[in-house]
């Protein structure tokens, strides 16, 4: 009854007739079943096709619906639970192990290619129990990430940041482990589970260094709560980012770069999982019409950018944090780096009505 309810209310909000209704219902209907219904930010007992209707209803004119609706049918890219889960599954496999069998091939003289001779070699599953997995935010579900590898408890932390309790115990649990007491870990791989920008995993505010990668490495300086697990200054580390843009990789790769240096440490490596297509972001002539309704103050905020958002060195977020300009949704939550009439608080006060709100990390209190 509510689908149909909801039927009858796209109708009226576009003005479609009986024959465009049928039209567009059957691809509406496969988008919400397969997709877009598992959102996890709608509503209680909101489904796809009732948000839909009440995010194209804000639009002033017939034309700037048909527009708008011409964008979510064409252009929004929705990543499920099931593609993400599977993007965690195969990162262990398709990243990490192909990079620990290149060290451990080289340090042992066999052929890369010799794959079941390497992996059965003591070396490697030292050299596997010697990395430590640390989790970024909670998007890099490290739980997963652990059963899928089938990696041993106490090298994986859902954390970035570990205290010195945590560190003594994960290092009697390796040396327990080797059977060595002088040994510590050879590696550290930081997981997360999206990036556009890059902006919050490195950047420089007034000559100082900022961001989680700076946190996560500082915790390993001699002295510091982590620098019993390995050694700073020959420190390895490895990105593993689930999805991420281009751009976001070359931008923390450069910044590792300068500040690795500074630090006289060697530079991290960085990869994507899936890495999305640089003409996945909107921009003219494809999307111009669609573009200058996100571009208007009409569908903006009368808000201006908190401290957060403005370290994106926009004036405004109207194409999303850092003008990212995405069109992308996740499953759990809309990033901010997509265009704000995506994610918008539809509860906010003077703000449009975002068709995926988000759950926003940082909130500033008045």
Known sequence: MKEELAQRLLALVMEWDENRLAQELPRLDRMARFKYDEYQQFGPGQKFLEALCLWLKQFATKAERE???AFVR?????????????????????????????????????????????????????????????GLSDGSRMDIFRRAASLDNEQVWQAYEIGKPKSAGMLKDLQSALGDTNAQFARIVLIDDFSASGISYIRKEEDQWKGKLVKALKQFQPNEDASCLIKYSTIKMH????VATKAA???????????????????????????????????????????????SNSYYRTRPLDEHEAKGGTDTIKRGFAACGLPLVLAHDCPNNSIYLLWADPLEVGSARGLFPRIVRHREVS
Do not use: W
Not at 99 to 104: F, H, P, Q
């Open 67 to 69: 527009i708008a609706y």
């Open 239 to 242: 990105i593993v980012l689930y």
């Open 249 to 295: 990789v070359d931008y923390i790769g450069g910044k590792l770069a300068t500040y690795c240096k500074e630090q006289s440490i060697p530079v991290p490596s960085i990869t994507a999982v899936y890495e999305l297509a640089p003409d996945m972001a909107l921009a003219s002539p494809r999307d111009k019409e669609f573009l200058a309704l996100v571009d």
């Open 74 to 134: 064409d252009r929004v890219v929705f990543v499920s639970a099931a593609d993400m889960r599977h993007l965690v599954e195969s990162s262990f496999p398709d990243v990490i192990r192909p990079s620990l069998i290149t060290d451990v091939a080289s340090s042992t003289g066999i052929a890369p290619h010799c794959i079941t001779e390497v992996v059965r070699h003591p070396d490697y599953q030292r050299s596997l129990r010697q990395t430590l997995f640390l």
